[in-house]
């Protein structure tokens, strides 16, 4: 019978597999399957596909009988089957949506009328309305204006606060204050939308946790204000793994921010939840970890993060994250192993603080090619870093690499023009090869 209409994500995300993080490592989620054949298969089976089917042999029945009834009318009945094989065509490339739905129907209609004999009786106009018509017009009147309404003006007021507090948030210099009003306006609607903002302000709150300076009570009120919210959509969106695991994100955040122990019980509670709707998700055995961490149960934590490799052993995140459980219980040749191999599989990290505490293993090593890398990752946060620059050009200058440890070098004194004699002697010294496999810094 198929999975049910509109939950074609929810079987998606069932059956996920975690080797499409070879290819991706967002936009991994999917709620339409782009193709009407596999998209009816999944979420009406094989009745509901059937049932299309027939659809579609009833339309060119009905142009058929008109063809039949009207043969000099070749032009408007090619056109009109040729429309609608082009529509049966793109959706198996794409997804219906609100505007091909009128055209489909107003082009149904269409074809439909003309195909009927206009001398049969059931053809004859009925002008008179009666009571019946006229409270069926009033019922479908009042339906539109809630529609128009509810579906349509309230929505669109919260998405313009919404856009309003994406957009405050991107500012260089903002009010925190105006970005949290923003925030708690669009979601003071009660719209079918406010699931999939809370899903956009998470990654927003989170980013808050590294920076300094911030509110913590006022972030944490804000979160909470938010997680409110979202516990009136889970009863709703208990299928909707990607929203119930933002959620157990929201709640680390007030963990974070307050000590909140029933917050990070209410985390460990949804983030299973959603394993549970989409079992090969990474990331999800990620947060896991992430909570048993903070509750103290590292060797759970580490097991969670053994789990996300064992699915995929091909995603750089796992190494980096397992590296910094090995930092943290102090174990350097699994921290090692680890940030090798999340540097062979090209680690692209999204906040540095973490990697000063993993550098020192390294230069304590003279492992210049891991230095390279993960001096690089420093470089590209904090470009005027001249210390870490000229970090970085003394590892090129340790394995030979003259024209990047000069370049590099040279950085030095578009920043610090006050340090041209010393890049310049070191300059002398590379060419020199005084630099190869040295391992002081």
């Known amino acids: 019978m198929g999975w049910g209409v509109e939950n074609y994500n929810t079987a998606y995300n069932k059956y996920f597999d975690a080797s499409f993080y070879n290819l991706a490592r967002s936009q991994t989620y999917f709620d339409r399957a782009h193709n009407i054949v596999i998209e009816l298969l999944t979420t009406a089976g094989v009745l509901g596909l059937i049932s299309y089917l027939i659809l579609g042999f009833f339309i060119y029945y009905y142009l058929y009988k008109y063809y039949k009834r009207e043969p000099g009318e070749t032009v408007i009945i090619s056109s009109l089957a040729g429309l609608f094989l082009a529509y049966f065509i793109q959706n198996l490339l794409v997804f219906d949506t609100v505007v091909t739905y009128i055209a489909f129907f107003l082009a149904l209609s269409y074809a439909y009328s003309v195909s009927r004999d206009s001398d049969s009786e059931d053809n004859q106009a009925d002008i008179n309305l009666g009571m019946a018509k006229k409270f069926s017009i009033l019922i479908v009147a009042i339906l539109i204006g809630y529609l128009v309404v509810w579906q349509n003006i309230r929505p669109a007021i919260s998405a313009y606060y919404m856009r309003a507090a994406m957009n405050e948030n991107n500012k260089p210099t903002y009010y925190y204050q105006d970005f949290s009003n923003f925030v708690r306006k669009s979601l003071s609607y009660n719209t079918i939308w406010d699931a999939e903002y809370i899903i956009e302000y998470t990654s927003i709150f989170k980013d808050f946790l590294g920076e300094e300076g911030v509110d913590k009570q006022a972030v944490s009120k804000d979160v909470s204000y938010i997680v409110e919210v979202g516990e009136k959509y889970l009863p709703h969106s208990h299928n909707d793994d990607k929203f119930i695991s933002q959620m157990s994100g929201l709640y680390e955040i007030i963990y974070d921010y307050a000590g909140d122990i029933s917050a990070l019980e209410r985390a460990e509670e949804l983030i299973k939840m959603a394993i549970d709707l989409s079992p090969n998700r990474i990331y999800y055995w990620h947060i896991l970890a992430q909570v048993y961490e903070f509750d103290g149960r590292d060797e759970q934590a580490i097991e969670a993060l053994n789990k996300a490799r064992d699915l995929n052993p091909n995603v750089a995140d796992t190494y980096w994250s397992l590296a910094l459980m090995y930092s943290k219980l102090n174990q350097p040749e699994e921290i090692i192993k680890n940030v090798k191999e999340a540097v062979e599989k090209k680690l692209l ?38 210390d870490y620059l000229a970090k970085l050009a003394g590892a090129y200058a340790a394995l030979g690499q003259n024209e990047e440890a000069i370049e590099t070098a040279k950085k030095i004194i578009e920043i610090n023009p006050a340090a041209i004699e010393q890049i310049n002697q070191f300059i002398l010294d590379v060419e020199a090869g005084k630099y190869l496999k040295i391992s002081n810094f």
């Open 349 to 386: 990290l999204y906040n540095i603080k973490d990697l000063f505490d993993i550098l020192p293993i390294f230069e304590q090593e003279q492992d210049y090619e891991t230095l390279i890398f993960l001096y690089r990752q420093v470089v590209n946060f904090e470009p005027n870093n001249f």
